[in-house]
């Protein structure tokens, strides 16, 4: 059975990581029009709702729950809140700073971590393999986006992220007072049983860490800028 830093697991990182590697060199390459670009995104997130959909349909079909199709998880929400904005909206929209990060975050965690990955005794259960592919989708988009100037790190941004957050609560809220969920968003259960890991806990270590990542690309980006000013000045 597969298990969380197994062999399935390892493989799959790896095997990810070299795809993904393919993938961007081979994007940053042909996308080189702002069109393309913009292309390129809507191309990515269309893969991501298609993952997501693939996911919630294969937990429906397993459960025979259809009542609860909608993702009740942030990674699961994340996926397809960003799916949807890279399929319609314009590059840096304050939406993507409310959600991208959610999912970057999200993704990295359940990818290292993935506690799923044992529901069967393989790695391709429809569960489990979907599960990893959106999540992984949902990063590789996190990526291509900011490589491409779909999305523009910014610690000036920083309060799109709680105001992010607010939203996603009320869509759990949403989920179980409406639809009947048993849980959503981590409203009622931490992330891990037995652990404080509730949505408080998470929601404090969420920002905190949203602001150190911004604060040093923000510091990096400025350097890198002004060395470049410097080199230009001296030519």
């Known amino acids: 059975m597969p298990h969380v830093f197994g062999i399935e697991h390892a493989l799959y990182i790896l095997v990810s990581l ?3 590697v393919v993938m961007y060199k081979t994007i940053v390459r042909v996308a080189s029009t702002d069109a393309k670009k ?3 995104i809507r191309i990515i997130g269309g893969v ?5 959909i693939w996911n919630r349909l294969s937990i429906a079909i397993t459960r025979d729950n259809f009542e609860s199709l909608l993702p009740g998880t942030f990674c699961g929400a994340s996926s397809l809140f960003l799916s949807l904005g890279a399929l319609l909206l314009r590059k840096n929209s304050p939406y993507f700073h409310c959600v991208a990060f959610v999912g970057l975050y999200g993704g990295l965690t359940t990818l ?3 506690d799923f990955i044992g529901q069967s005794d393989s790695v391709f259960y429809q569960m489990t393999i979907s599960g990893l592919v959106h999540h992984t989708v949902m990063v590789f988009l996190f990526v291509m986006m900011v490589r491409l100037g779909f999305l523009v790190p910014d610690l000036k941004k920083w309060i799109y992220f709680p105001t992010g957050l607010a939203f996603y609560m009320v869509y759990g809220l949403f989920l179980i007072t409406k639809l009947g969920y048993g849980d959503a968003m981590l409203i009622h259960e931490p ?3 037995g652990t404080p890991l509730d949505w408080l806990v998470m929601g404090v ?3 905190s860490l949203h602001g ?6 923000t510091t990096l980006k400025g350097r890198a800028s002004q060395r470049q000013q410097t080199i230009s000045s001296a030519q």
């Not at 991501?48 to 997501?52: E, S, T, V």
């Not at 150190?212 to 690309?217: D, E, K, M, N, P």
Request: glycine share 12%; net charge neutral; proline share 4%.
């Open 212 to 217: 150190g990542f911004l604060g040093v690309w």
């Open 191 to 193: 992330i891990l049983e």
């Open 112 to 114: 290292i971590y993935p």
């Open 205 to 207: 270590i969420a920002l």
């Open 18 to 20: 070299i795809v993904g």
């Open 38 to 40: 913009v292309r390129a």
């Open 48 to 52: 991501l709702l298609a993952a997501i």
